[in-house]
């Protein structure tokens, strides 16, 4: 149930998007984000689309298991697409029931909103799925790093991002075992009005913060109990280098900026 989203999921692996240094794919994605914003046609939209398949095609990950990174997010699409067709209005008329009526731009925008959110998340959930926790709170460190001579406590921001990230499938996981285990007792989640079904989630919400913040302290104690500092003077077992794969990733993106941009109107 539960445990099959993708979302900080890290699958092992040698592929070329595994090998690549996580500093490239960072910036990599905050470009990619830049792009679906730039984007505003069919063309720059299909451009995007076969672009995330080849790098999917690249990491070789199972395109069902990463396109399963798109459940949590359905309800937003869903409110997206609802909120553009009631709102936004202009263009050719579909259809038309007295005040309520589907308009060419209100189907043009549902469509190209959805799709900006869900390609930002599959390409999002690349990073975790091709890049070791360790791997992504170094890179984010190094990433960071000018700004900590402005007093930005950057080794405390990437240990919190890694962690948060490491914790969601365990989370996931958890919520599932408190799921089956109300329903073993009797609990129905799929049934009664919207009201009925956010009462039902009490019982599942509350045992998993006791568990989030009994992980919290155990992971804290045994960190203090190490005599974990970080920071200045931590040495690495492995130091991130940059490679051809790098300058590969790079020239994609500069190629990739300047076809969105040459397509865009």
Do not use: C
């Amino acid at each position: 149930m539960l445990q099959n989203i993708a979302i900080g999921q890290y699958v092992p692996g040698t592929s070329f998007l595994h090998r690549a240094d996580p500093r490239s794919k960072m910036l990599f994605i905050i470009l990619f984000a830049f792009l679906v914003f730039m984007a505003n046609n069919v063309i720059t939209y299909a451009i995007l689309i076969s672009f995330t398949l080849v790098i999917i095609l690249v990491s070789r990950l199972s395109l069902s298991y990463i396109l399963k990174s798109l459940r949590p997010i359905w309800i937003l699409v869903l409110f997206t697409v609802i909120l553009h067709l009631l709102i936004t209005k202009g263009g050719e008329v579909y259809f038309k029931w007295g005040w309520f009526s589907i308009e060419e731009q209100g189907v043009r925008q549902a469509i190209f909103i959805s799709l900006r959110i869900s390609l930002l998340v599959l390409v999002s959930s690349l990073l975790t799925l091709t890049t070791s926790p360790i791997d992504l709170t170094e890179g984010l460190e190094r990433l960071l790093g000018p700004t900590g001579r402005i007093g930005v406590p950057v080794h405390e921001i990437a240990l919190m991002m890694s962690i948060a990230l490491r914790f969601i499938p365990t989370l996931m996981e958890e919520t599932d075992k408190i799921m089956k285990a109300q329903m073993a007792r009797g609990a129905n989640f799929t049934s009664g009005n919207l009201l009925r079904r956010i009462q039902h989630l009490i019982p599942i919400v509350i045992p998993l913060f006791i568990g989030a913040f009994r992980r919290a302290e155990d992971l804290a104690l045994a960190m203090e109990a190490r005599g974990y500092r970080g920071g200045v003077g931590r040495t690495r077992l492995n130091k991130l280098t940059l490679s051809w794969r790098d300058s590969t990733i790079a020239v994609a993106s500069l190629a990739l900026a300047f076809v969105i941009g040459w397509w865009r109107t």
